[in-house]
């Protein structure tokens, strides 16, 4: 029986669509208008009086799309909010208002366009929380222009796209981190330490369960509103004629031009967490994979609402990962027909020799329930949960440290990478398998071409 315990470069094409597309900082840094008027009555915290961190001592950063956690950084001591960047005016105004009631002050300065952010000198890293179909474009340019990046999940679209972020990141030398907070909970962590440190015994299989994604019936094409930047908003996703659900929060997760569907936009902290259980954060050996996903028939959404996969790796472990009830967001007006095979929990669990471990956010399940009671010591070789209350640091402390972050580039394309394994499989209704050290599909040019798509121009990568 399981037990409850908890646990305190980018570039556009030549001609005369550059300008819409290219990432051109000299431009911007000679157009730009840096600073603002000062206030009038200055609070003691913004000087760095009663203990408070001096500006001149703080990490300045600014959100590019204002999607999901854009306001992470705006209560944390040692940062500074500069800038937020958005194409819908009605979000931006709202967001300048959160940010100077924060400061009181009206310094955040507004953008529709993201290069005019990375053009500036006075902004040290930024916050991606963009549509997934921008998430490289945007961590490319930032690591181009110098700037750390926390970008949200899922890292990327393709695989492609992935490789192209891990070189810039590389190249560029900034700090980076993937939204899987999932490698900042303690007893998720703890969890992890069981399993790699031995105590089920060898892992021989783990079980997945993520929200499922959803079906919508067809759309009415509506007129722009004023205040969106239509293409900018689509940018390189192909181009289409307008409906609300297309910029909704989450209902662009379900959609094929933004994104590889739920499984990904969601599924991917899974994923994620499942690969840092099973010790396979640095892959080797080929991975295997089959897929069935069942697809709408009609309507906006496009991307599965049910899923199972199999995934089969070197060392003899095996995956199989299936959706579950319920949804975390979007609109769905239609609702999707049961699935066809049997549906496993939602969370993670790991099934060794010896032992079981479950684990989800802020919860971590054992048997024998006894493993609950273990403290990871120094003889033990994988210590995920740091000492003195410490996890691994957090993205601003990395920033300071110059220090890898807890779900660094590298690893946040792993985990993505498994994403788009499925979603090829899906695609081609068959096996693949994937050298992950050569980052190809072995043998099979069908798979191989679907790890990049294309572009809308002037966009590229």
């Not at 179909?133 to 890292?155: D, E, F, N, R």
Request: charged share 20%; hydrophobic share 40%.
């Amino acid at each position: 029986m399981l037990h409850a315990f908890k646990r305190n470069s980018i570039s556009a094409a030549k001609g005369p669509a550059r300008t819409a597309g290219a990432i051109t900082r000299r431009r911007f840094m000679r157009t730009m208008l840096l600073g603002a008027a000062a206030p009038m009555i200055v609070p003691a915290r913004v000087l760095g009086r009663g203990g408070a961190t001096a500006p001149s001592n703080r990490i300045n950063v600014a959100a590019l799309g204002l999607g999901f956690g854009w306001r992470m950084f705006l209560g944390h001591e040692q940062t500074q909010f500069r800038a937020v960047c958005d194409v819908q005016a009605d979000r931006l105004a709202r967001a300048k208002r959160t940010v100077d009631a924060h400061y009181e002050n009206k310094d955040c300065s507004t953008h529709g366009d993201f290069r005019e952010v990375l053009a500036r000198r006075d902004i040290d890293a930024v916050y991606i929380a963009s549509p997934d179909h921008w998430h490289s474009l945007m961590t490319i340019a930032a690591a181009q222009a110098g700037k750390h990046v926390y970008c949200q999940k899922p890292l990327t679209r393709t695989i492609a796209e992935g490789q192209a972020v891990v070189e810039a990141v590389r190249r560029h030398g900034i700090v980076f981190q993937h939204g899987t907070q999932q490698r900042h909970d303690a007893a998720m962590l703890f969890g992890c330490e069981l399993v790699r440190n031995g105590y089920i015994g060898k892992l021989k299989h783990v079980r997945i369960a993520s929200p499922a994604g959803l079906t919508c019936a067809p759309q009415p094409t509506e007129p722009v509103p004023a205040g969106l930047d239509w293409d900018r908003w689509l940018g390189p996703a192909p181009w289409s004629d307008f409906t609300p659900l297309r910029i909704r929060a989450h209902c662009w997760y379900h959609i094929s031009d933004y994104t590889m569907g739920y499984f990904a936009g969601w599924g991917v902290h899974h994923a994620d967490s499942a690969q840092q259980a099973s010790g396979l954060d640095h892959p080797d050996g080929p991975i295997t994979v089959e897929a069935d996903g069942i697809f709408p028939t009609g309507g906006l959404y496009d991307r599965p609402y049910r899923w199972q996969m199999h995934f089969s790796f070197a060392n003899g472990l095996t995956w199989h990962w299936t959706d579950c009830s319920g949804n975390w967001g979007g609109i769905g007006e239609q609702t999707p027909p049961p699935a066809p095979w049997p549906q496993h929990r939602m969370g993670i669990t790991l099934e060794g020799t010896e032992g079981t471990v479950f684990i989800w956010r802020g919860r971590v399940e054992a048997d024998p329930p006894s493993l609950l009671h273990l403290r990871i010591g120094p003889r033990d070789k994988v210590r995920l949960v740091r000492p003195n209350g410490e996890n691994i640091p957090d993205f601003i402390e990395c920033i300071r440290r110059n220090h890898p972050t807890c779900a660094p580039v590298e690893i946040a394309h792993r985990s993505t990478t498994l994403c788009s394994l499925a979603a090829i499989a899906m695609q081609l209704r068959r096996k693949v398998v994937w050298d992950p050290r050569g980052e190809a599909f072995m043998g099979d040019e069908d798979a191989n071409r679907l790890r990049s798509r294309a572009m809308r121009e002037p966009w590229m990568i």
